[in-house]
């Protein structure tokens, strides 16, 4: 099965290692793939927002 894998800088890898930790993650790569799926979750929803706000515009209701 094909995983993909991201480089990061070696600072910034450290700096992710020691918040996971503190957070109490298992790994490094546990906490970026949660803030990953938040940050995606995040955009979806603000997506959502526009087509709304868009609907409500072409209907009227919005200036």
């Not at 700096?15 to 790994?27: D, F, H, N, Q």
């Amino acid at each position: 099965m094909f995983e993909p894998k991201i480089k990061l800088d070696r600072d910034l890898y450290a700096r992710l290692k020691g918040v996971a930790e503190a957070a109490g993650y298992s790994s490094v790569n546990e906490f970026v793939v949660h803030l990953l799926e938040k940050a995606a979750a995040d955009g979806e929803r603000a997506q959502g927002k526009d087509e709304v706000r868009k609907r409500l515009q072409g209907l009227g209701y919005l200036e």
